[in-house]
């Protein structure tokens, strides 16, 4: 069974560009949920999406947009990117909505210079 | 409202034993523990519910005490495979997200 993926793995953008980032749950998995890592400050919350609604959002700007597709496949923007925004972003899926283990990816490290 | 985990960081030789501590200032309905190995994806160890028993996996354990909105994870006999960064997500509904805490580095040595 195939595990979560997230694509691209790597990418460095300039500060002001946009990025789009993309995951494909686990197959028969309907939610797909988007964290935030960087050092010292754990895994943040940044949406939670279920049958192509979200759910849930976390305390991000509006910069941070996300949505979800009727395959379930995942893809978060953020726009006018700041130095800030360098981290990696962890897609996780699971079977139904809240409370269930997460799949994570292995995520997508973005560099803004 | 991001838990708290205790310690920050802790080092171990194999064989010993180590808590590590989840507290959140509000009333819980589950908590989740994960594990993540450098530059790997976190992984599911086990999820604790409100009114649940304490869970065990291999050598690791978990409690939740509900009343004081805490959770425990209890590293029995240390392997060096145990080191990583183990982080407790709690859900205050069963509607809310899951928030993580900012994770407890774990290393074992030999």
């Known amino acids: 069974k195939a595990g979560v993926t997230q694509t691209p793995r790597y990418l460095i953008k300039t500060r002001g560009q946009q990025v789009t980032l993309s995951c494909s749950p686990i197959s028969g998995h309907r939610s797909v949920s988007w964290y935030q890592q960087t050092p010292g400050q754990g895994l943040q919350f940044l949406f939670e999406?279920?049958?192509?609604?979200?759910?849930n959002k976390g305390n991000f700007p509006g910069r941070f947009s996300g949505r979800q597709f009727s395959n379930s496949r995942s893809e978060m923007n953020v726009s006018t990117l700041e130095l800030g925004d360098s981290a990696l972003y962890l897609c996780?899926?699971?079977?139904?909505?809240?409370?269930?283990?997460?799949?994570f990816g292995e995520g997508s490290r973005l560099t803004v210079l | 409202q991001q838990p708290v985990q205790s310690p920050q960081a802790v080092i171990l030789r194999e064989g010993e034993d180590a808590v590590i501590n989840c507290s959140s200032s509000?009333?819980?309905?589950?908590v989740h523990w994960y594990r993540q190995k450098h530059g790997e994806a976190p992984v599911f160890l086990m999820i604790?519910?409100?009114?649940?028993e304490q869970k065990g996996h291999e050598k690791i354990s978990a409690s939740f005490n509900e009343k004081k909105q805490q959770s425990s994870l209890y590293l029995t006999a240390s392997q060096l495979s145990y080191s990583g960064t183990y982080f407790c997500?709690?859900?205050?509904?069963?509607?809310?997200?899951?928030?993580f805490g900012k994770g407890t580095r774990l290393s074992v040595i030999a």
């Open positions: 997500g709690t859900e205050s509904s069963g509607n809310t997200p899951l928030v």
């Open positions: 509000k009333a819980l309905y589950s």
């Open positions: 604790l519910l409100k009114g649940g």
């Open positions: 996780a899926s699971s079977l139904m909505a809240a409370t269930g283990e997460l799949f």
């Open positions: 999406y279920f049958s192509e609604t979200q759910r």
